[in-house]
């Protein structure tokens, strides 16, 4: 698995897979400090050192996660995060060294997203030159058609776009036969019935207010301060319909939130709601046992937006700066969701099925504390954590032999999502063009750039995948994968 590693720059940090041992802020002599500042903000032509201006921005990013191991970068992976700094780079707004130590810009980003997870508005924050008068359309110029920055923001001197962020808004977009009681036949038809869309609204009020989310997490404990998160809202659309399947979208905001934790309490949501589980498993999950908790496919996990609320408050009616608000790109980043994010959602379901085949395993959960699994049948018979109907669907599944050895224990919830990870190393071109079959096209990392027939050709209108796209057909989604650090934001 895939490390997420990152420092601030004090002590030790990790770029592009190679560890640089820096001195810490307290340990730094004048001359080191001067030298980095000095790094960060100039570059050499001609032999000459030319300084050049840089001011704080936050730009407001739109991607589609598909293809890629997440937002931060990875090294030796395909991320959000590595094709915006290699963009920026080839846009002439940070240096070679910069590109592999984003730090030295005070580079930043709002939240984490996962393998497969897109994002309607992420921000990041950074110093660029103030002597580029497009910004945007520098960097867009070197981005794949499925990352676009959509706006771009002067701010304080200070400002961190992570530290800033009052709190972040996610949805969730699924079908709806994924809440479908127990006792009615799962399948793509499924039209939800008022009584189940009440009852999914229920059980999401639930989560509201301040909890001890430890069981909707890896590596928390129950005494972890951290392990307490504010959730302000959450709740439920009304379902609609989309290529031949009813849908309904979750929509939760929150202070910050832990790896794992938005799709757990999906998972959850979505056993209770299905009678799988007891009504009280949510609030025993906030007690100090392990409770086993199911994780949620990742691939209808959508950030929605980050918000500053006191940063607008604070700086936004100064007279010198503008709010963070970015009314003016709303129409530009419905028609990017529509098109790639959304619709992408859609037809991954369609066509892999992904959130069919995980409710084939929600069964075999046993939703009680860690103790009780270990897979004898007894201990499972008397754990109060699935409801009778859970016991006999769980006996049902492992009788239709439906090949799921594993019951998510706590202990495994980061393996449950586990895919192949090779599928998103980055490929130097020359293997890419060597092991691209006759006839087919390929992406070269980070670019629009295609191997058509072993010869590189350009072409903006293809989405850049990582992945051998056979002529004209779309491309093979990779399965999802969790891979976060501490928070995702």
Not at 11 to 37: D, F, H, P, W, Y
Not at 358 to 375: D, K, M, Q, V, Y
Request: net charge negative.
């Amino acid at each position: 698995m895939a490390s997420s590693k990152e420092n601030s720059g004090d002590g030790e940090s990790l770029c592009q897979g190679v560890s640089m041992k820096r001195a810490s802020a307290s340990e730094r002599t004048e001359t080191q400090v001067k030298r980095i500042n000095l790094d960060a903000s100039s570059e050499v032509e001609g032999g000459e050192t030319v300084r050049r201006k840089r001011r704080k921005y936050a730009l407001l990013l739109s991607y589609s996660g598909k293809g890629y191991l997440g937002m931060q970068r990875n090294p030796g992976y395909r991320t959000i995060e590595d094709d915006l700094l290699t963009a920026m780079l080839r846009a002439d707004l940070i240096t070679d060294e910069g590109c592999t130590c984003p730090q030295m810009f005070h580079f930043q980003r709002a939240a984490r997203t996962d393998k497969g997870v897109s994002a309607a508005r992420q921000v990041v924050s950074l110093k660029l030159p103030e002597d580029v008068p497009d910004i945007a359309g520098a960097i867009n110029g070197h981005l794949c058609s499925q990352i676009r920055v959509m706006a771009i923001r002067r701010t304080t001197k200070s400002f961190n776009c992570k530290s800033w962020c009052d709190s972040r808004t996610y949805s969730y977009l699924c079908p709806t036969f994924a809440f479908a009681p127990v006792t009615e036949m799962r399948h793509e038809g499924y039209r939800i019935t008022s009584e189940v869309l009440e009852q999914l609204k229920t059980t999401l009020s639930l989560y509201k207010g301040t909890h001890n989310f430890h069981n909707f997490t890896a590596r928390k404990k129950a005494q972890d301060a951290s392990a307490n998160r504010y959730i302000m809202d959450i709740d439920c659309g009304q379902p609609f319909e989309r290529e031949g399947l009813e849908w309904i979208t979750i929509k939760i905001k929150g202070q910050s939130f832990m790896m794992h934790q938005i799709r757990k309490m999906i998972g959850l949501t979505m056993a209770v709601t299905q009678g799988l589980a007891n009504a009280d498993i949510i609030t025993r999950a906030w007690g100090k046992d392990r409770v086993d908790v199911p994780i949620a496919p990742g691939i209808g996990l959508v950030l929605e937006e980050p918000h500053y609320d006191k940063y607008n408050k604070r700086y936004g009616s100064d007279g010198i700066h503008e709010p963070l608000n970015w009314d003016e790109a709303a129409q530009k980043i419905q028609e990017f969701r529509e098109l790639y994010i959304d619709s992408s959602i859609v037809k991954t379901e369609i066509k892999e099925k992904p959130m069919l085949k995980w409710l084939a395993t929600l069964p075999l959960h046993n939703f009680n504390i860690s103790e009780a699994s270990n897979g004898n049948d007894d201990q499972l018979e008397s754990s109060n954590g699935r409801t009778p109907l859970g016991r006999a669907a769980s006996r049902l599944e492992n009788y239709r032999g439906a090949g799921h050895q594993d019951k998510g224990s706590d202990d495994e919830a980061e393996d449950e999502d586990e895919g192949d990870l090779e599928q998103y190393r980055v490929v130097p071109v020359m293997k890419v063009a060597e092991a691209a079959p006759h006839g087919t096209e390929q992406c070269i990392n980070g670019t629009n750039t295609h191997i058509v027939n072993g010869v590189e050709r350009d072409d903006a209108s293809i989405i850049k995948t990582g992945k051998i796209i056979s002529n004209g057909d779309e491309e093979q989604s990779p399965d999802t994968k969790d891979h976060y650090t501490e928070n995702i934001g």
